[in-house]
Each structure stands twice: as structure tokens, then as C-alpha cells.
Nanobody
């Protein structure tokens, strides 16, 4: 089955930056879209950023202008550059991939913890 693996999480001070990576077991270009979600304790999972196979991006209003999703062709990863982090960004960040014509399923990684704290 498709496997997704996140990396890059950690502890960072407010105003700092982190870069997350999502590695997939098949070409990232084989999915209709890939994205990053996050879930904090007691809160619902929310979409952070998404990129389609064609390269179109979408962002949650709360992260627009601070976060950038990108495809790293040489590494076959989808990355999330997070700048100007605030404590409200603290969450488990999960990679998601939506299958194309070859699959009606979507896939999830196990997540990586991001903690923004002084």
C-alpha cells in the first residue's frame, strides 16, 4: 500500500521557522493532490496547505503568507516551509495524498509533532 512518512518536526520558539517533509512510496506526481493537515489536542483536524498535481496551491487563511508548500523533485517529497511560527501552530502535522485514477483512496502519514513555545 502507499506509505507516507513525515519528518522535520520539533520544538521552535515563537517567530522561528521549521521545514517539514513528506516522503511518499510512489511518485508524488501520481497523486491528484498532496497536502499537510494538522491536529492539536482537543481540536479538529484542519487543512493547512494543499498542492495539486498541476501545481495549484491552497492555504488556510491562518497560515497564508507564512507557510509555503512545495514539491522537491529530486527528493520526491512535498515540503512545508513554516515561518513566523506562533504557539497556535502547535500540533501534529500529517501528510495526506489523494489518489488519482489508479486509486479512489486517500492516504495519511503518521504525523510529526511541531511545538512552538518559549
Amino acid at each position: 500500500q502507499v506509505q507516507l512518512a513525515e519528518s522535520g518536526g520539533g520544538l521552535v520558539q515563537p517567530g522561528g521557522s521549521l521545514r517539514l517533509s513528506c516522503a511518499a512510496s510512489r511518485s508524488i506526481f501520481s497523486f491528484d493532490s498532496m497536502g499537510w493537515y494538522r491536529q492539536a489536542p482537543g481540536k479538529e483536524r484542519e487543512l493547512v496547505a494543499r498542492i495539486t498535481r498541476g501545481g495549484t496551491t491552497n492555504y488556510a487563511d491562518s497560515v497564508k503568507g507564512r507557510f509555503t508548500i512545495s514539491r522537491e523533485y529530486a527528493k520526491n517529497t512535498v515540503d512545508l516551509q513554516m515561518n513566523s511560527l506562533t504557539p497556535e501552530d502547535t500540533a501534529v502535522y500529517l501528510c495526506n495524498a489523494v489518489g488519482g485514477s489508479w486509486s479512489s483512496r486517500d492516504y495519511w502519514g503518521l504525523g510529526t509533532q511541531v511545538t512552538v513555545s518559549s
